[in-house]
């Protein structure tokens, strides 16, 4: 708790804004979790760099969230300071058919707006609930398309130092990338887009017509709970089993969508803890699929 009181300090007198009231509730989608310690909101690339310098340098554990949209916070909440990038580092422009980003800029929201400029790439992304840097440090996709396929460029902090390189796409894997916390923390990311061949719009509205018919989009969840598995869809494999609306207290397997675990009400991340672990050994017993979570469930 000391070093908590002097990085308070350290990010009065250098103006980050920082609250000490939230809750893993306040952070995420799942709206679950308990108090984390300090939740500090740095609103340029500088800001963000002299904080992350100041935590490695003193040894004060952090953790980088974005929208906290594919992420479980314990009950008990986490004795962590907590990154969200902020003001500058939430804004987007094009700039020829490169779209700069802020990594605290919604995903959504920057695709849509590389659509309304006339490019393509990024249709599918219209409705992903994250941040640039959750969707880079995720690899996120959706309808046969995926950051690795777009992104150009990063320019991130790591050890000390804000550096700038060409993305990699072997970086990038299924729902996962190296661009990412601990490794990394990415501040801004460029995407490569082409021009669009005049069925942009209709195929992100199309897109997000799919989302409001198949996901239970009305209750709070994390997206897909379980990552797919090889030769399979999570969702048919826990419908099969039959575990349609299973629940543990606030949380259950979606009726709409059994790929989603959703928070009804009042659910725990313990709930939902338990619910993954009956989902996972019920579909196992009947398939044999271990399913492994696409939540990252911190500790
Ligand atoms: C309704 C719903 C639908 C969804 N649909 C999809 C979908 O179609 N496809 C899909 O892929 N996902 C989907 N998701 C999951 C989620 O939105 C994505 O994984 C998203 O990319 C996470 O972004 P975030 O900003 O919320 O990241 P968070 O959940 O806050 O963090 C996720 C990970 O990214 C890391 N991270 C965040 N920002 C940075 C940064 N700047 N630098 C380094 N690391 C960082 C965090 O440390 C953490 O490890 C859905 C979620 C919901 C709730």
């Known amino acids: 708790m000391e ?29 679950t979790g308990g108090r984390i310690a300090l939740f500090a909101e740095p609103k ?23 929208n906290g949209s594919n992420l479980l916070i314990p009950d008990e909440g986490l004795d962590k300071l907590f990154i969200k990038l902020s003001g500058e580092l939430c804004s987007f422009r094009m700039d020829g058919d490169i779209l700069k980003c802020g990594a605290g800029a919604s995903m959504a929201a920057a695709a849509k707006y590389s659509v309304s400029c006339g490019f393509m790439g990024l249709e599918w992304a219209a409705g992903i609930p994250g941040t640039v840097g959750g969707a880079v440090a995720m690899n996120a996709g959706a309808y046969g398309g995926e950051i690795k396929q777009v992104l150009s460029s990063i320019t991130y902090y790591s050890d000390g130092c804000l550096k700038h390189i060409e993305a990699d796409p072997d970086a990038l894997g299924y729902r996962r990338s190296d661009y990412s916390y601990p490794d990394m923390t990415v501040l801004e990311a460029e995407f490569k887009l082409l021009p669009d061949d005049g069925g942009a719009k209709e195929r992100m509205e199309d897109y997000s017509a799919r989302r409001r018919d198949k996901q239970p989009l009305n209750y709070p969840s994390a997206g897909s709970t379980f990552k797919r598995p090889e030769g399979h869809f999570a969702g048919a494999l826990i419908e099969g089993a039959g575990l349609k609306g299973t629940s543990v207290g606030g949380a259950c397997v979606s009726r709409k969508h059994a790929g989603f675990v959703v928070n009804t009400g009042g659910a725990t991340t313990r709930d939902i803890l338990e619910l993954i672990d009956i989902v996972r050994n019920t579909v196992y017993e009947k398939y044999g699929v271990m399913l492994e979570p696409e939540v990252k469930i911190l500790h």
């Open 3 to 31: 070093h908590y009181e002097a990085l308070a300090e350290y990010m009065k007198i250098h103006g980050v804004p920082f609250r000490e009231d939230v809750t893993g509730a306040d952070c995420t989608t799942f709206r």
């Open 44 to 66: 340029d690339a500088d800001a963000a760099c002299r904080l992350l310098s100041y935590a490695d340098k003193n040894g004060v554990p952090y953790y980088l969230i974005g």
